[in-house]
Each structure stands twice: as C-alpha cells, then as structure tokens.
C-alpha cells in the first residue's frame, strides 16, 4: 500500500509540474479511512477560486471562495455528512471543474476521475482510489464512431493511475469516450 500511495503521490507530483504553463487543474484524493478529501488546484495565475461541495440534491453543503491564489491542497472532512454522492466543484477564471465523490460512513468505497490534461489536446489521467483490497480496473476507451481503440484491464491493489497518450489515434477535435470500472463501480465520460 505505501508503494501505491507512492506511486500516487509521484503522479499528482508530476502532472503539478506539468501545469505551471497551463490551465487549472484539480485533483481529489480521498482518506478512506478519516473521510477526508484533500483537493489538489493548480492554476496557471494567482487569482480568485471558488470551491463547492453538493449534496445529491444539488444543495451547497460547503462553500468558500479564495482570493489570489494560484495553488493549494486543502483537506475537506466529510465525517460529519450523511452516506451519499457529493459533487466538488472548482471554479476560477479558467472555467468549471467537477468531481464526484461517493461518500460511506468514514470511508470511501470508491473513487473514479478521468480528467484531460490541461495544455494537451490528446493526453488525459485516469485514476481509481478504492478500499477493495484485490480490484480490476477496466479501461475502455472508445473513438467517436463508437469503435473500441483501447482496452486494460489492472489487477490493483487499493489505488491506479495513469496517463494515457491518444496522439496516435485521437484525431484533433474528434471525441473519444472513457468507460472505466472497478467491482463496484463504473464512470463514463467524453471528452
């Protein structure tokens, strides 16, 4: 497991200093065992962030806004919420970030983002923070046609991530899909 965390913390470490020249980025690692979220942001400028945590209901639960900030990790405990999904959504003047989050009683069952790098047209992280000690990960990824261009399937161990490179078959402004699945859960995004 500290090998995974590593590996982790390596990766948010490297797409950080991917970002000094780019867009925003924000990134959601959850504590499974304290329910604490921390959230990642990296933006190309210092300035003003609004950060906000909703309910299924769409119900602002949390809210604060920062000014002149250019980057941060902040911790967002959840203990004291209800079981459910939550949405954290990062706003600056670069646009809209969203991430959802599935909260249980101290801990976080599962965890599935796919985000596109920002500054690259074909390149985009997946990542995958689960309590499953022994879980698959499938990756899908699907061209605009709905042909399947990629498939992976990760035996792992709690945690996973990677950066995947579409240069070779995205073609510029073609939208493909991700459909990434644990035991427990699945995510589909396009992008």
């Keep these: 497991m500290k090998t995974v965390n590593a590996i982790i913390f390596a990766l948010v470490s490297f797409s950080t200093s991917l970002f000094a020249e780019s867009p925003a980025t924000m990134a959601v690692i959850p504590n499974a065992t304290s329910g604490i ?40 405990n959840f203990s004291q919420l209800s079981e459910g999904v939550y949405t954290i959504v990062l706003e600056d003047k670069a646009g809209k970030q969203v991430e ?26 997946v990542s995958v923070a689960s309590n499953d000690a022994a879980d698959m990960v499938n990756v899908k990824i699907y061209n605009e046609a709905g042909t399947l261009i990629h498939e992976q399937t990760e035996k792992v161990n709690g945690n996973f991530g990677l950066i995947y490179n579409l240069s070779e078959v995205k073609v510029h ?19």
């Design 37 to 76: 979220y921390k959230v990642c942001y990296k933006g190309a400028e210092a300035g003003r962030v609004k950060l906000s945590i909703l309910n299924a209901n769409g119900d602002v639960v949390f809210s604060e806004v920062m000014t002149a900030v250019s980057s941060f990790i902040r911790p967002y």
């Design 100 to 125: 959802e989050v599935s909260y249980r009683l101290n801990k976080v069952e599962c965890l599935i983002s796919v985000s596109k790098l920002a500054g690259f047209d074909n390149k985009f992280i």
């Design 173 to 191: 402004g073609e939208k493909v899909t991700f459909e990434v699945s644990t035991s427990g859960k699945s995510y589909v995004v396009s992008y």
